[in-house]
C-alpha cells in the first residue's frame, strides 16, 4: 500500500497496497479467519469506523451517502510538493464536512519525513496541526505517518520515536499504522495497529491499550467481499476500523485495475458499510 506519488490534475498514479495477491478472481473472495488478538482492546465506543483509502475526484461525493469518517492521504514528492499536499488535504477536510462526514483519519508523515525517509522532526507537524484544526473539517480522530514502514525499510527506533512525538504535539489522536509483511517497527508506541494481505482478514496482536484496524481490498484483482470483515468488527471490540482498498480507479501500471467504484462491489461495499453503522458490541 505505499502510495508515494505526485498528484496530476486531471489523475493519480497510484500504486497497491503492499501484500496483496497477484490472480484476478471472476468473483469476491472470502477471507480466511484471522488469528485472536493476544489480550484484549480497550472497549469500542460505538460502531467501528468505516473508511476508504485515500480520496481522489469525485470520492467524497460518491461514498457520503454511506461512508462518515475520510481517510486523505499525503501523496506526492514530501521533498518538493509540501504545500500541495498540506493545501490538498485541508481540501479534502473542507468538502467531507460539508457533505455530511464526521470523523477523520489524516496522514503527517509528509511533515516528519523525508522522500527518503529520513525523520525531520515535529516542528512543521506542530504548523500543520494548527492549520488543520482551524479548517472547519471533520473531528481528526487519527494521524497516520508511514504507510507500511516496514516495507520501507523504517527501523523499529525511528517508528517509534516518530509515533511517540507526534503523539506528544498533537494529544488526543490516536496514531494509525498499516504494515505489510516485513515485521512492525513501531508498533509498541502506535494506538491502532494493522496489516494489509490481500484477499484476507488479517490481525495483529495488540496490547490492551492497542486497537486493530482491519482492509478489505475491494478493489481489482482481489474483490474482497466486504461483509466478513464488518461481521468481525461487529463482534470484536478491539477493531477501531474497516479501511477498504480502495474505492477510486488505479491508472495503467503495475497495480492498475479498476476500484470499488466501477468493478461492480460498489453496492456491496454500500450496503455493508451501512450495515456497519448499527453494528456495535
Sequence with gaps: MTLRLTVLAAALVLAGCGGGGSSTPSAPYAPVAPS??????????????????????????????????????????????HDAIANRIIADLQEAKARGFTTAIIAVGFTMFTKAFAYR???????????VE?????????????????????????MTRAHTEAKAVWPGVKVFVV??????????????IGRDAYPNLVTVPVRPD?????????ADPWRV?????????????????????????????????????????????????????????
Design 225 to 281: 467481499d466486504p461483509t466478513p470483515f464488518v461481521n468481525y468488527a461487529a463482534q470484536h471490540a478491539e477493531v477501531a476500523a474497516v479501511c477498504a482498498f480502495m474505492w477510486i480507479d488505479r491508472p495503467v501500471g503495475q497495480d492498475s485495475g479498476p476500484g470499488i467504484r466501477s468493478n461492480g462491489l460498489a453496492s456491496v461495499y454500500r450496503s455493508a458499510f451501512l450495515a456497519a453503522r448499527k453494528n456495535t458490541v
Design 134 to 158: 482551524a479548517c472547519g473539517g471533520p473531528k481528526i480522530v487519527g494521524i497516520s505517518i508511514i504507510d507500511e514502514p516496514d516495507m520501507n525499510g523504517i527501523s523499529d527506533a525511528v
Design 210 to 218: 492497542q486497537q486493530q484496524w482491519i482492509f478489505a481490498g475491494g
Design 36 to 81: 485472536a488478538p493476544v489480550a484484549p482492546a480497550p472497549t469500542r465506543n460505538g460502531a467501528p469506523l468505516m473508511l476508504y483509502f485515500g480520496v481522489a475526484a469525485k470520492q467524497l461525493e460518491e461514498t457520503a451517502d454511506h461512508c462518515s469518517c475520510v481517510y486523505s492521504l499525503d501523496w506526492g514528492s514530501w521533498d518538493t510538493d
Design 179 to 192: 504494515y505489510g509483511d516485513h515485521g512492525t517497527p513501531g508498533a509498541s508506541a502506535a494506538d491502532v
Design 121 to 131: 522532526g515535529t516542528a512543521d507537524l506542530i504548523a500543520f496541526r494548527a492549520r
